[in-house]
Nanobody
């Protein structure tokens, strides 16, 4: 059974940094285009960063220059380095293959205080 587990969230002051991790079982991450999604309180999921199997990255304008997505194929994991965090980055972050339409893991909570 496919399982993606997100971790690394927490409470941080504005301007701080966090590194989110996503590990997978029963799926080989480097064969998939992967995405990190942000769900702000009361809002829908938003794709904020993606990385293809060819390591091509793409970012939402709201996080460009602050977030970096990368993968470690040996660890079957994908990461999101989040720098210069802002209060509007608060929410739950999820990772999954872009092709997995209805799958959501448990996510990891990020709270940025002003």
């Amino acid at each position: 059974q496919v399982q993606l587990v997100e971790s690394g969230g927490g409470l941080v002051q504005a301007g701080g940094s966090l590194k989110l991790s996503c590990t997978a079982t029963a799926i080989t991450i480097n064969l998939h285009n992967m995405g990190w999604y942000h769900q702000a309180p009361g809002k829908q999921h938003e794709l904020v960063a993606s990385i293809t199997s060819e390591q091509i990255t793409n970012y939402a304008d709201s996080v460009k220059g602050r977030f970096t997505i990368f993968r470690d194929n040996a660890k079957n994991a994908v990461y999101l380095q989040m720098n210069n965090l802002k209060p509007e980055d608060t929410g739950v972050y999820y990772c999954k293959p872009l092709s997995f339409v209805n799958y959501w893991g448990q996510g990891t909570q990020v709270t940025v205080s002003s």
